[in-house]
Every structure is written in C-alpha cells, then in structure tokens.
C-alpha cells in the first residue's frame, strides 16, 4: 500500500511540474543578410569595406597568381578568397573579404566583399 501511494504521489508531482512550467522564452531570429538591387546576396549600397568596387574591371579576365597578388594589393581587402565551380567553401560573411570567383576556364566572373 505505501509503495503504492508513493508511486501515485511522485507521478502526480511530475505531472505538476511539467504542467506548471512556462516554455524557455525564445530569441528572436537573426536578421537575413541585405541582398543586393540584382538579387544576387552581395551586399549592395555603400558597403564595400573590402575594395570590390575598385577592382571591377578585372571581371572577365583570366585568373593567376599574379592577378590575386594585384587584387589584393589593389583592394586592400583583409582576405581574398578564391572560388572555384563545385568548391565547397564556407557560407560565413566577412565584410572585409574579397572574394574572387571564378567559372571553368578560371576567368573572374564576380568580384565580391563577402
């Protein structure tokens, strides 16, 4: 009989607790990152804290070793990262970070911060 009770007594007392908790608040969601006029996720506007926009004009040319030493130097970026078709690469955004991509015949097709 007392075992019994007692069992009957902490199943109440579980059922009270999980009954008479409130959930864990929940923090709001972190804002999406702005995307650009054309769509394309590049942060647009007056961001370019890592010299995308002064080095534009080397979209459609062959890339080198030399030409990533010349974008580096050029835009001032802290990083340059290179991507490559089928790369995988990492999805965090640094916005100082030039980021240089390029198609199958290794000719820059963007010039990104990012």
Known sequence: ?????????????????????????????????????????????GEDACGANGVQTRVGQAYSEALHEELATTSGARQVRVMRPGQAYTMEYLHDRLNIRLDERERITDLFCG
């Open 1 to 45: 009989m007392f075992k019994s009770s007692l069992t009957l007594l902490l199943s109440l007392a579980l059922t009270a607790c999980t009954l008479g908790s409130p959930p864990p608040p929940s923090e709001p969601a972190p804002r999406p990152p702005q995307v650009g006029q054309d769509g394309s996720g590049h942060h647009g506007g």
